[in-house]
């Protein structure tokens, strides 16, 4: 099969041996990847290293488990879980410490064809097109954090982070009826914001005054906590989606932020990957907006392409649609 290998460079190797599907695993074609900038940072340490995360595809062949999932349509979750472990076996997937993720530590999507397990696949809905469940995970991840939430009353919520998953949350969180504003750093995403009419605000302008009910931090960074608590009130909450490796990234929280956090008791919760019903609901019921997120559209062929715009410019994310041209 063809894929797109991200080791020291992107580029294309048309003779990748196909996955092997084991009798849990489903084989799956896939129709869409999303490609994200931060997914292209960091080369797989898997072999051979595919990245791509998001993705859907069409079941080519069954798991035995779900025979009839044969030509369906599916999504994958962001993380496998190993489902023989003893948190797996307490219904504690989602914190499975063997768990392996596509694209970093398995093969992940770009390519022709993925295999993974039934349990980290869910059926996408007829109304839900390739372009928008291609998102399902990013969705999942968003209206995760949305739902740990209770808003009440007049809430106000700020969104650090203007990457795709901080522009899916905000948008998850503004149909919670509350003020919602994002902080970012890049001039270009606000006009998406205004698409959505979302609040939005550079992270230098945003004063720190301590008066956000809730922050919800997806800039993957330590820094992104640090504002945080100098953002939030008193007895508020944070919620902190997972840390990206970068490197220039101080240690730790300083001892004036952890000081912070004990004196206004702030509540900090941290949040991962979510369901992927919950996502699917979410783009099927139109209540977030991927497709402004595409930057870019391109075959398997110019997908490394596509990797460098990602890392030198400044678009959001890739679509990667491997179906062969007629
Ligand atoms: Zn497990």
Request: contains cysteine; glycine residues 8%; charged residues 25%.
């Amino acid at each position: 099969m063809r894929a797109l290998l991200l080791d020291s460079r992107a580029w294309l190797d048309p003779r990748t041996a196909d996955p092997v599907a084991s009798a849990g695993d489903a084989l799956i074609r896939v129709r869409r990847v999303v490609l994200t900038r931060r997914e292209t940072l960091a080369a797989p340490s898997c072999a051979p290293p595919i990245p791509g995360r998001c993705f859907v595809g069409t079941v080519e062949r069954a798991p035995a488990a779900r025979p009839a999932w044969a030509g369906v349509r599916v999504v994958g979750m962001a993380s496998v879980a190993c489902s023989t472990c003893d948190a797996c076996r307490a219904g504690l997937g989602a914190h499975c410490p063997a768990r392996t993720v596509p694209g970093l530590t398995r093969p992940g999507a770009a390519a022709d064809l993925i295999a993974l397990p039934a349990h980290a696949l869910a059926p996408v809905p007829d109304t839900l097109d390739d372009d928008r469940a291609a998102f399902g995970a990013l969705a999942a991840s968003a209206a995760h954090a949305a739902s740990l939430l209770r808003v009440q009353g007049k809430t106000y919520i700020t969104v650090l982070g203007d990457g795709p998953l901080g522009l899916l949350t905000a948008q998850a969180l503004a149909r919670l009826n509350a003020s919602v504003r994002l902080l970012g750093r890049r001039e270009a995403r606000f006009s998406l914001c205004e698409k959505w009419g979302i609040k939005h605000r550079h992270e230098s302008e945003a004063g720190r005054r301590a008066d956000q009910d809730i922050v919800v931090d997806c800039t993957g960074s330590v820094g992104g906590l640090d504002l945080a608590l100098r953002l939030v009130r008193p007895r508020g909450k944070i919620v902190v989606k997972p840390l990206a490796p970068r490197a220039d990234e101080p240690k730790g929280l300083e001892r004036a932020a952890l000081a912070r956090l004990i004196d206004n008791e702030v509540e900090v919760l941290g949040s991962r990957d979510g369901q992927l019903a919950d996502g699917l609901g979410l783009l099927s019921r139109g209540q977030i907006d991927p497709l402004p997120l595409i930057s870019r559209r391109v075959g398997l062929a110019d997908a490394p392409a596509a990797v460098e715009h990602l890392r030198l410019g400044d678009p959001v994310c890739a679509l990667i649609d491997p179906t062969p041209r007629t």
